[in-house]
C-alpha cells in the first residue's frame, strides 16, 4: 500500500468508530479536552477514552498539548475539512453512480424480463 493509501486507511479508520466520533464532536464543542473530561461526559473509561485519543492522533485529527500534568487535545482543524472534502468527493461520484444506475432502470423498465429457468434438483 502506498503512503497515501495508508495515510486515507489511518483516516477513514479513526472516523468509522461512532465512539471517536462522539470524542470529535465533544473535542469541537469545547476549545480543548482532556481524556479525564471526556471519560465523565462518556460511558467509557479514561484509559478507553486515551486509546482512542491516540488513534484520532495517529490520524492527525486532534493534537495534543501538554501544560504541567494535564495533556489537552485539540481538533485540527486542517485535517478535518481535508477528510470532509475527500467525503463530498466520494459522495459525489456515487450520486453519479446511482444516477446513471436510475437512467438504466428507467430505460429498460419497458423492455420483458426474461426469467431464468429454474434448476431442476434430481434426488438421489
Not at 486515551?50 to 501538554?66: C, F, I, M, P, T
Not at 475527500?86 to 429498460?108: C, G, N, P, Y
Request: net charge positive; hydrophobic share 40%.
Amino acid at each position: 500500500m502506498t503512503r497515501h493509501g495508508e495515510d486515507a486507511e489511518r483516516l477513514w479508520s479513526a472516523i468509522a468508530d461512532p465512539t471517536r466520533q462522539q470524542v470529535l464532536d465533544l473535542i469541537l464543542a469545547g476549545e480543548a479536552a482532556t481524556a479525564s473530561g471526556l471519560a465523565r461526559t462518556l460511558p467509557i473509561t479514561r484509559q478507553g477514552i486515551a486509546k482512542h485519543l491516540a488513534v484520532l492522533e495517529r490520524a492527525g485529527l486532534v493534537e495534543a498539548s501538554r501544560t504541567g500534568r494535564e495533556v489537552r487535545f485539540t481538533v485540527c482543524q486542517d485535517r478535518l475539512d481535508e477528510a470532509t472534502r475527500q467525503m463530498e468527493q466520494l459522495l459525489a461520484k456515487w450520486d453519479d453512480r446511482l444516477a446513471t444506475i436510475k437512467r438504466i432502470a428507467e430505460t429498460d423498465s419497458g423492455a420483458p424480463v426474461r426469467a431464468r429457468p429454474a434448476r431442476s434438483r434430481r434426488s438421489t
